[in-house]
């Protein structure tokens, strides 16, 4: 009867075929690195390929210490370790040990040619890189229709914007034309007037990435007025593209991250903003209330207002002043007055004619004091109390007279 026997047990046997094989326990291969990811854990996946061929390949962490320099795709490098299978995937793979660089591969010697050729011309030169807007409103899309990368895009943007437009052009990432169809679609959207274009795909080998390595891509970009995000494959994974982009994300997810604000971040930033403005407006409003008041109060003693106040009661005063002093003048000026009235009038003639004298003058209107200014036949006027009249000289008599006492006359 023929044995029949279980996958595992199977998969023990070779994999005891593997561990009794003195070649295979301690080998060294060379080959190209292809597909590298470094796991979260610190293992290291590979592939070594030469001619079509191709040899799975992990270094666990514990053996990193036999690894003096990044692990990049297109590597050409030795491998030692051992082969052995894993059982439970029923996969024979390469355990290495030790890995060291045994020259450039081919696809990584014409990524370095390109990019030195590149950076000469300066595609890769700072000033060249345009700031990625803030508030993305349209945003254009360069990649493969299906796949996790434009779901994980379109997800991630719709999720921080339900607003944000999309546009995407369904381009071919990888094999014959792929490089064409990527530089196409990053020129047609740059025609559409967007905020921001995100040209990228998931990740794989450099094989898989290689359009955008290509030449036409980095000019494409180059020339494109909408800033550019790259954001190809993983975070280890870098391109031409993503030297010559505005900006690189480490993942197509990020790149949505950083071209899309999250709009309720936004609208929280503009509720601090509201209050703080608020906030701002009521101290500045107390500031000029504040200030307000004081110049009020400096206006109340500086106005010109009270200062016509201020001189119209000092007017008011003066002219008070003025007038009584004036009365008072006028007063003693009166007082001063009549007592010349009352000795005028002692000295007055009329006064004098009141009490029975006269007054003479000559016919020339000289008054006439002494008998000797007198001519016989004279005419003379003669002023009395009550009026006056003229009378003619025909004897005149001159006398000297003594007070108190009856003075000698003289009768000529």
């Known amino acids: 009867m023929q044995n029949v026997y279980s996958v595992g047990q199977i998969n023990t046997y070779i994999r005891m075929m593997f561990s009794q094989d003195f070649v295979l326990n301690k080998i060294s291969i060379r080959g190209e690195v292809s597909n590298c990811k470094y796991h979260t854990s610190g293992h290291i996946y590979f592939t070594l390929k030469e001619d079509g061929a191709a040899l799975s390949c992990v270094m666990f962490a514990g053996n990193r210490q036999g690894l003096s320099f990044r692990l990049q795709n297109g590597q050409q490098v030795v491998v030692t370790g051992n082969v052995d299978v894993y059982e439970r995937d029923g996969k024979y793979q390469l355990y290495a040990k030790k890995i060291t660089l045994d020259g450039i591969g081919a696809l990584y010697e014409r990524f370095e040619a390109l990019k030195r050729e590149l950076e000469e011309m300066g595609m890769f030169a700072p000033e060249y890189k345009q700031p990625i807007p803030f508030f993305v409103q349209k945003l254009g899309i360069v990649t493969a229709p299906t796949g996790a990368a434009v779901r994980d895009m379109i997800q991630v943007s719709k999720r921080r914007n339900p607003y944000v437009q999309i546009y995407l052009y369904p381009a071919q990432v990888q094999g014959e034309g792929a490089a064409e169809s990527i530089a196409d679609g990053i020129e047609r959207l740059d025609a559409c007037g967007l905020d921001v274009i995100i040209v990228g795909r998931g990740g794989g080998s450099i094989e898989d990435l290689w359009a955008f390595n290509e030449e036409i891509v980095a000019e494409a970009i180059f020339r494109c007025k909408t800033p550019v995000i790259s954001a190809v494959g993983h975070e280890t994974d870098t391109t031409i593209s993503d030297y010559v982009a505005d900006l690189r994300a480490p993942t197509p997810s990020a790149a949505a991250e950083l071209a899309v604000a999250d709009v309720q971040a936004v609208e929280v930033r503009i509720e601090q903003y509201r209050e703080q403005m608020t906030e701002a407006m009521l101290q500045k409003l107390e500031r000029c209330r504040t200030r307000l008041n004081h110049q009020s109060v400096e206006l109340s003693y500086l106005s ?51 009490r029975g004298y006269a007054f003479v003058e000559d016919d020339r209107g000289c008054p006439l004091r002494k008998i000797g200014q007198i001519q016989l036949g004279e005419e003379i006027k003669i002023y009395m109390a009550d009026g006056c009249f003229v009378a003619k000289v025909i004897k005149k008599e001159e006398k000297e007279w003594l007070d108190g006492q009856a003075g000698q006359q003289k009768i000529r």
């Open 304 to 354: 010109p207002e009270q200062k016509i106040k201020e001189q119209k009661q000092w007017i008011s005063d003066r002219t008070e002043k003025l007038q009584g002093a004036l009365r008072e003048h006028l007063r003693e000026t009166r007082h001063r007055f009549s007592l010349y009235v009352e000795k005028m009038r002692g000295l007055s003639p009329l006064d004098k004619l009141d």
